[in-house]
């Protein structure tokens, strides 16, 4: 007999899947999202090719994975976004019934709760904890590394799942390990895990095997399908390692939310202290702390990197909480069993009331964001079908807006983030200036291929509109997107004089100067 708890707790989950997808159907997609949305369009009805008409350095899957969204929308005259949205939700849906095929081969011997309570839990981490950064490449690998994280656990326990499964979880867990080269450290900690517990022979095994394979695999496609892009990749590869790059400390802990992996190791601890040693919390913890160190590597900040790493944190929390009974410890352990419990309940709760408001169209609004309905409309009308450029270091401030305006882009690059990582030193040494760039003959290198492709840009495209961040000294943020005067970096060039010659002032439309060419 089913307990009599299971229909709420399984009401409880579809609530939680549909909070978190009507939250992403209503929202505009995010920046990182829109534009290989936009590229996947173009490669498959343009032409086009990543790394000679896309200057992008990160690599394809992501844009592979954007494809049939795409298709869809265009098949339906609708939004690719929506499409995308329910390929996650898809893919979260699949990934929860791997890892419930899973945790029942690992019986009574993991460590998790009952099923009825697992659900819920499982849903939250996948769908509700994204919020506003749903179908994030770190949200992806979330999704698609926890059968295989949980099925690592069920090895070392001794489970010998059947080889469909296992042949399943490697290949839904090698696309997530591929999202990025950055998420190794967490499949290469997992590994380690099972070769501490199994020795030699858990190199050989199958759903290892197809991650692997799939690995190369998805390398040697690049090199075939893609042949520009490893070559583009080394020789911007350093620039951008330059653009927004952070001190040690700051990529480790740029929020509170990158706190969470070292705070399930204390929960951990104290859980191996009352005597509770489960294979999937060591599992959990090894995934989580992995992600982590791949959001610390790529020394950005981005809040969103530690998505996956607080994804599996959250986890293990939340299954010590309900499966450990903490005895009484001194003062320090008993402090984290009580915190943990706070997590488990303060979290959730913040969480959905966040979405609450989101959907009831309360949500915050970026500074650069800020007039985007308007600036929608507005190109709409002026530029629809045609390309628009805006000159701002910040992605955010081109996307969403030329997918949702239907308009097309008029640069190789996703922003003009060269330009923030040229004068980055200049940008971090002090909040509340203007840099002053080299002039014209000085700019050698990789800074002249920048100069020339805006300049190739203007020419090749033609944009019907040209969008500038406007300078203001006083904001600080979004990586110094509107302490970088675009024009006066432009002007020493003639030619970028003689093209703009050819545009009309309009003034301004919120943050943005807008110019407008007077010939069609």
Sequence with gaps: MRPRTSLPLLGLSIALLGVGLALSLTSLPHPDIAWPLYMAKGIVF????????????????????????ML????????????????????????????????????????????????????????????????????????????????AASRVSGSVPPRRLASLVGLVGGLGVAMKPFFLPALLLVELLNLFRCGWRSLVRLEFLIVVGLGMAYIGAVMVLVPDY?????????LYGRYLHNN?????????????????????????????????????LV????????????????????????????????????ETRFHRFGRPLALVANVARLVTVVIPIYLLGLAMLYLAGVRPRPILDAGLPDLIRFVKAEAQDEPILVLSSNPSAGWPLTLVAGAKWGSRFFSHWPLAGLYHDELWSRYDSVPQFRPLEKRVGIERVFHETMIEDLDRYQPRLILVLQVDSLVWG????????????????????QILSRYEDLGTNGRYGVYRRRDR
């Excluded at 939700?89 to 460590?111: K, W």
């Excluded at 997107?481 to 024009?487: E, H, I, M, P, V």
């Design 287 to 322: 995934a989580s702390l992995g992600f982590w160190l791949s959001a610390i590597v790529q020394r950005k900040g981005f809040q969103y990197h530690y998505l996956a790493a607080a994804g599996y944190a959250l986890l293990l929390i939340g299954f010590i909480v309900l």
């Design 46 to 69: 343009e032409g086009a090719k990543h790394g000679v008409d896309y200057y992008e350095v990160n690599p394809p899957l992501y844009v592979w994975l954007c494809v049939i969204p």
């Design 478 to 497: 979004h990586g110094g997107a509107t302490r970088l005067d675009y024009l006066a970096y432009l002007m020493p060039d003639p030619r970028f004089r």
């Design 248 to 284: 040690l400390w700051n990529s480790a802990f740029p929020s509170p939310v990158s706190t969470l992996p070292l705070f399930a190791v204390c929960v951990w601890l104290t859980a191996r202290r009352s005597g509770v040693r489960f294979p999937a919390f060591d599992a959990l």
């Design 230 to 238: 490893i070559p583009f990749a080394l020789e911007w590869r350093a």
């Design 72 to 151: 869809i929308g265009r098949g339906l005259a609708m939004t690719p976004w929506i499409p995308y949205v329910l390929e996650i939700g898809l893919a979260g849906l699949v990934s929860l019934l791997l890892s419930l095929r899973i945790l029942f081969h690992l019986g009574d011997h993991s460590g998790l709760p009952r099923p009825q309570v697992t659900i819920p839990i499982l849903m939250f981490v996948m769908f509700l904890l994204p919020l506003n950064q749903f179908g994030q490449r770190e949200h992806v690998a979330l999704i698609l590394t926890l059968p295989y994280v949980l099925l």
